[in-house]
Nanobody, 115 residues
Framework: QVQLTESGGGLVQARGSLRLSCAAS????????MGWYRQAPGKQRELVAT???????NYADSVKGRFTISGDNAKNMVYLQMDALQPEDTAVYYC?????????WGQGTQVTVSS
């Protein structure tokens, strides 16, 4: 069974920074990519950023230029550096891991940005 554990969320003022980490454990077979999604109150879960096992990245338009996703394949870790945070970035952030046959989710970490 694959488990994802997020850390690094918290409360930050606008224009501040946070770094989220996600550790994947268990038997991971044929990983394709890892990523971050977020869900704000009353809204649907949305993609923030993804990174493939080969290192290719993809970002939501709303975070381009402010957030940076990175990964460590050897440690099955993925990180999200969030800079210039805005109140609209407030959400629960979920780590995601995709293999050829399964999708896994973490339990989420709260990020709150005050104005």
């Amino acid at each position: 069974q694959v488990q994802l554990t997020e850390s690094g969320g918290g409360l930050v003022q606008a224009r501040g920074s946070l770094r989220l980490s996600c550790a994947a454990s268990g038997r991971i077979y044929r990983l394709t990519n890892m990523g971050w999604y977020r869900q704000a109150p009353g809204k649907q879960r949305e993609l923030v950023a993804t990174i493939t096992s080969g290192g290719s990245t993809n970002y939501a338009d709303s975070v381009k230029g402010r957030f940076t996703i990175s990964g460590d394949n050897a440690k099955n870790m993925v990180y999200l550096q969030m800079d210039a945070l805005q109140p609209e970035d407030t959400a629960v952030y979920y780590c995601n891991l995709l293999t050829y046959s399964n999708v896994y989710w973490g339990q989420g970490t709260q990020v709150t940005v005050s104005s």
